[in-house]
């Protein structure tokens, strides 16, 4: 049938049209569009992509950028700011230089505070902070890490690597005690 096949051609034309002016239209609305600005004139995204390093940083540290940035974050996401909170806290315990007996104190009040937070990612940090109590206390009496012995390990790392493996250890042994010691 001749007929039909014009037909069919002009519905599809008609229907192209239809679809080409409805794309278009919603082309210019999504060119509308613009996303919501918080006070500082940035994004949300924005904000938050910035304000990752801030979080980790004491308030006293902040430019007035972040402060502001920071701000707006507590605001529109209390929760980050109650364990913003809840880290500072922790951070200021472990600065403080008191004897054991208070600073198991002062982590049992963390513990409790961070309990009643309910946030499952801080429950990571008991658990860890309950398995190695012990050593933790120990840290406030004297105030020593095994920051050194973990310094010196990566010393000798290095200076095994320089030279490929160790053929004889007598002789590895003697160049480290002369560089080191």
């Known amino acids: 049938m001749p007929g039909s ?3 069919n051609k002009a519905v599809r034309e008609h229907r192209d049209r239809r679809k080409a002016a409805k794309t278009k239209e919603e082309r210019e609305l999504i060119g509308q569009w613009e996303p919501q600005r918080m006070a500082n004139g940035k994004t949300l995204p924005q904000i938050m992509a910035r304000s990752r ?3 980790l940083k004491y308030k006293s540290k902040w430019n007035d950028q972040q402060r502001q940035r920071a701000k707006i974050l507590f605001e529109k996401f209390p929760d980050i700011g109650k364990a913003y909170g809840l880290f500072i806290k922790l951070v200021d315990i472990f600065n403080d230089k008191v004897c054991p007996g208070v600073a198991r104190l002062n982590l049992a009040r963390w513990y ?3 309990e009643a937070f309910g946030n499952n ?3 990571k940090v008991l658990e860890t902070f309950e398995c190695h109590n012990t050593t933790i206390i120990n840290y406030f009496e ?9 310094s010196f390990n990566a010393k000798i790392k290095e200076f095994r690597s320089q030279f490929r493996g160790v053929g ?3 002789f590895f042994m003697f160049r ?3 560089l080191y010691s």
């Not at 004297?142 to 973990?150: D, I, K, S, V, Y």
């Open 176 to 178: 480290l005690a002369k």
């Open 121 to 123: 990612e801080f429950n």
């Open 112 to 114: 409790n505070m961070v």
């Open 5 to 7: 096949d014009a037909e």
């Open 142 to 150: 004297n105030r020593l890490t095994n920051a050194l012995a973990e």
């Open 53 to 55: 390093h801030i979080i």
């Open 168 to 170: 004889d250890i007598k």
